[in-house]
């Protein structure tokens, strides 16, 4: 707490991971308008994970509390990621109670089978003020599919108005997608590098 040391917490943010191992992410949201004390935003700590039965789960922490607090996903986004997936994470305009978003990236199986990663949100509005702090699909990246490689970590990175996503396809190449205003537009490949002999 004092921003020098790393120490433990007093409680277990959750007991329901893979014992081999479990996909997580989290972020922090300075003022989250998802909880709102009376006194203004609480400040908080979210973490999204892959559970035991690969379910994906959340839970958040009020930074002024102890307690963590299970948030539940709609069916059809708590099963979707593959078992071999990875998750990434973030969140904008957090100071705006209006216009602040949270989103997660992960891998899922597209209508041929193939894998694809997929973009959800949630968030005070979307383009049709539907949105209230539910997580909901945006976009299954990129707009003609992808193969993924399954197993690829997932990186992101929110510059401004624009995401880039990167993950690794079948090739080993990096794949880098840029998106902003609900489009994701523009792909990038940075060729893996040969074996050296």
Known sequence: KDGKTWKSGPVVA??????NGSPI??????????FDSGRGWE?????????KKKTLRERVRIISKDAWT???FPDDISTA???????????CHDN???KSHQWVFFAQLGDKGQTVVAEIRKGEKDEHNENKWKWVYRKVLP????????????????TDITTYLFFQDHEGNIVRYDGSYEKWSSEYYFPALPKSS
């Open 14 to 19: 959750n007991d329901e991971l893979d014992g």
């Open 25 to 34: 992410t989290a972020f922090f949201i300075r003022h989250d308008g998802e």
């Open 43 to 51: 400040s908080t700590i979210h973490v999204v994970y892959l559970d």
């Open 70 to 72: 299970p948030m539940k």
């Open 81 to 91: 990621p593959i078992q071999t997936s990875r998750l990434s994470s973030g969140i």
């Open 96 to 98: 705006t109670k209006d």
């Open 143 to 158: 707009e003609s599919p992808a193969d993924a490689l399954p197993g690829t970590s997932l990186a992101a990175s929110l």
